[in-house]
C-alpha cells in the first residue's frame, strides 16, 4: 500500500507575477510559460535567456529534502503550493534545504 506522499495527485505547476503578466514555473523544463487566455498565444521563456534570469529574482530555489532536486519557487508562494517536480512531492518548508548557489542548476 502507498504513503499518501507516493501518490502521483494532479496538480497546477506554481506561478509567478512579472509585469502584467503571470507565468507558470516549469522547473522540469526549465522554464517559464503565459498562463493564457484561450485568443493569445503561449510565450516560453528559458530559465538560462535574459529574460528568465530577471524572472528567476522574484523566485527562491528550494531542494526537495528527499530527492535532492532544486525547485525554483515564486516568493509568494504559499506552503501547500509548493511540490517538487522530480518525485512530485509536496515539500514543507521546516524541510527545505537553501542552496548556496541558485546558478547550479
Request: proline residues 6%.
Amino acid at each position: 500500500m502507498k504513503n499518501a506522499d507516493e501518490w502521483v495527485v494532479p496538480r497546477r505547476l506554481p506561478t509567478l507575477r512579472f509585469g502584467n503578466d503571470e507565468y507558470f514555473i516549469d522547473n522540469r523544463l526549465r522554464e517559464f510559460r503565459t498562463v493564457t487566455p484561450p485568443i493569445r498565444r503561449i510565450e516560453s521563456v528559458r530559465f538560462d535567456s535574459k529574460e528568465g534570469l530577471r524572472m528567476l529574482d522574484d523566485c527562491v530555489w528550494l531542494v526537495c529534502a528527499r530527492c535532492w532536486r532544486m525547485n525554483a519557487i515564486a516568493r509568494r508562494s504559499t506552503e501547500s503550493e509548493i511540490w517538487c517536480c522530480e518525485c512530485r512531492r509536496q515539500m514543507p518548508l521546516r524541510e527545505q534545504h537553501q542552496p548556496e548557489a541558485a546558478n547550479s542548476w
